[in-house]
Nanobody, 119 residues
């Protein structure tokens, strides 16, 4: 069965750091573009960052540029989001998304992990 499982969320102080992980199974992770999204209560889901299948192209949403780093380890079928200098506005449920753009088209979502930034 196909799964994306996020982990690493929690409660942190403003200015703190967290690293989120997205463990993939049941599909060939190295063939998929990885995106991170987030959703705060009562708000629409927001795109955060993207990394292509071999890690060559990386882009970030403006609010997280310079603070977040997306990465992946295809040998471990795992994606990551390193979050530094966290702000209260970063508080949200963070979701991992894996999507193909070549060959058979598929898209998978993780269950989400809560990130709360508060003093």
């Amino acid at each position: 069965q196909v799964q994306l499982v996020e982990s690493g969320g929690g409660l942190v102080q403003p200015g703190g750091s967290l690293r989120l992980s997205c463990a993939a199974s049941g599909f060939t992770f190295s063939n998929y573009t990885l995106n991170w999204y987030r959703q705060a209560p009562g708000k629409e889901r927001e795109w955060v960052a993207v990394i292509t299948s071999n890690g060559i192209i990386i882009n970030y949403a403006d609010p997280v540029k310079g603070r977040f780093t997306i990465s992946r380890d295809n040998a471990k079928s795992t994606g990551y989001l390193q979050m530094n200098s966290l702000k209260p506005d970063d508080t949200a449920v963070y979701y991992c998304n894996a999507k193909t753009y070549r060959g058979p088209r598929n898209e998978y979502w993780g269950q989400g992990t809560q990130v709360t930034v508060s003093s």
